[in-house]
């Protein structure tokens, strides 16, 4: 229905104590109508950024994505959970942050997000989708709420990237990048069309404030939040962190195609309300630096991908592939 408004549940949530975040869960979904039949497939996808340790504000908290992995085993779901970095595997990565210890005990697999699909976007760009991606029936996102060097803030649909496989990312920012970037927003803007129905729920608990995706400052806002439209948790966030959206290149190609959920006038909020839980002092880079990455980047994530590729092959050759 074309009137109908896209509803945001948002939920205070202090720590990262599992069973907090299970609760927590629970009540946005609840808020949502949001259910999952037993037995389903779900992936769950973090923010990974890179096959390197960087704390606990630039990843998906551990925690945080155990929790969230707790909530749908205990629906007699069929949990996998899968990434790909810029640089290195994302098995490694989860391994370097710590979430492959937190997900220990749980009857959870994961997706290697080796294997690609080429797919089309709405505006007819072919790009190179990673089979578990495509091939869940629900596809979980779970961002992390933080600022960003070059898109000034990540939220639910900037962790779509992450579907891209590995070094692609890397050369997508390169080819699509150009200019003022617009191609390079609008194709993030297509990214969650491509993949099946699911949730994005946001790690607002400890986010990361300055600068980014790497590098930036702990800042405690103690917010969990969720939709079933990523588009519209990005504008209930902007609106809790109270950065102008037209200031987010990213919201700006979804407002000009008139996707639905940039408006914050057609959201609902069954739980708190975006002011209930707004900051003062978020943080955001002034000027954004130019999407392309530098050539010497480029090369460490295409040197980083041979690495993983070539190890992969000496495991075929050991018999373990």
């Given at each position: 229905m074309?009137?109908?408004?896209?509803a945001v549940a948002i939920s205070r949530c202090l720590s990262y104590d599992r069973q907090e975040i299970v609760r927590v869960v629970d009540g946005l979904l609840a808020a949502l109508a949001w259910t999952c039949s037993r037995g389903s497939r779900v992936l769950l996808k973090p923010n990974l950024v890179a096959a390197r340790y960087q704390g606990d504000i630039a990843c998906t908290h551990p925690e945080f994505v155990a929790g969230v992995a707790q909530w749908f085993v205990d629906q007699g779901a069929q949990v996998v959970v899968g990434d790909?970095?810029?640089?290195?595997?994302?098995?490694?990565?989860?391994?370097?942050?710590?979430?492959?210890?937190?997900?220990?005990g749980l009857p959870v697999s994961y997706a290697p997000f080796q294997k690609s699909?080429?797919?089309?976007?709405?505006?007819?760009?072919?790009?190179?989708?990673?089979?578990?991606?495509?091939?869940?029936?629900?596809?979980?996102?779970?961002?992390?709420?933080?600022?960003h060097g070059q898109t000034r803030v990540s939220l639910a649909v900037k962790n779509h990237y992450g579907i891209i496989k590995?070094?692609?990312?890397?050369?997508?920012?390169?080819?699509?990048?150009?200019?003022?970037?617009?191609?390079?927003?609008?194709?993030?803007?297509?990214?969650?069309?491509?993949?099946?129905?699911?949730?994005?729920?946001?790690?607002?608990?400890?986010?990361m404030h300055r600068t980014g995706p790497l590098g930036g400052e702990a800042y405690p806002l103690g917010v969990m939040a969720a939709s079933p439209?990523?588009?519209?948790?990005?504008r209930a966030l902007l609106a809790v962190i109270?950065?102008?959206?037209?200031?987010?290149?990213?919201?700006?190609?979804?407002r000009d195609r008139r996707d639905r959920g940039h408006d914050l006038e057609t959201l609902a909020f069954p739980l708190l309300s975006p002011e209930e839980v707004a900051v003062e002092d978020f943080l955001v880079p002034g000027q954004l630096r130019p999407i392309p990455f530098h050539s010497r980047h480029l090369l460490a994530s295409l040197a980083a991908r041979f690495k993983v590729w070539l190890a992969r092959q000496r495991e075929k050759g050991k018999g373990w592939g």
């Amino acid at each position: 229905m074309a009137g109908e408004k896209r509803a945001v549940a948002i939920s205070r949530c202090l720590s990262y104590d599992r069973q907090e975040i299970v609760r927590v869960v629970d009540g946005l979904l609840a808020a949502l109508a949001w259910t999952c039949s037993r037995g389903s497939r779900v992936l769950l996808k973090p923010n990974l950024v890179a096959a390197r340790y960087q704390g606990d504000i630039a990843c998906t908290h551990p925690e945080f994505v155990a929790g969230v992995a707790q909530w749908f085993v205990d629906q007699g779901a069929q949990v996998v959970v899968g990434d790909s970095p810029a640089t290195g595997s994302g098995l490694r990565a989860m391994r370097i942050c710590g979430m492959t210890a937190a997900l220990k005990g749980l009857p959870v697999s994961y997706a290697p997000f080796q294997k690609s699909r080429v797919v089309t976007t709405r505006r007819g760009l072919e790009v190179a989708v990673a089979v578990d991606a495509l091939e869940c029936d629900y596809f979980i996102n779970l961002p992390k709420l933080k600022s960003h060097g070059q898109t000034r803030v990540s939220l639910a649909v900037k962790n779509h990237y992450g579907i891209i496989k590995g070094w692609r990312k890397a050369w997508g920012h390169q080819v699509h990048g150009q200019g003022d970037g617009r191609a390079f927003f609008d194709l993030l803007a297509d990214l969650p069309f491509l993949v099946p129905p699911g949730l994005s729920l946001c790690d607002a608990i400890t986010a990361m404030h300055r600068t980014g995706p790497l590098g930036g400052e702990a800042y405690p806002l103690g917010v969990m939040a969720a939709s079933p439209w990523a588009l519209a948790l990005d504008r209930a966030l902007l609106a809790v962190i109270k950065l102008d959206p037209e200031s987010s290149p990213l919201w700006q190609a979804s407002r000009d195609r008139r996707d639905r959920g940039h408006d914050l006038e057609t959201l609902a909020f069954p739980l708190l309300s975006p002011e209930e839980v707004a900051v003062e002092d978020f943080l955001v880079p002034g000027q954004l630096r130019p999407i392309p990455f530098h050539s010497r980047h480029l090369l460490a994530s295409l040197a980083a991908r041979f690495k993983v590729w070539l190890a992969r092959q000496r495991e075929k050759g050991k018999g373990w592939g």
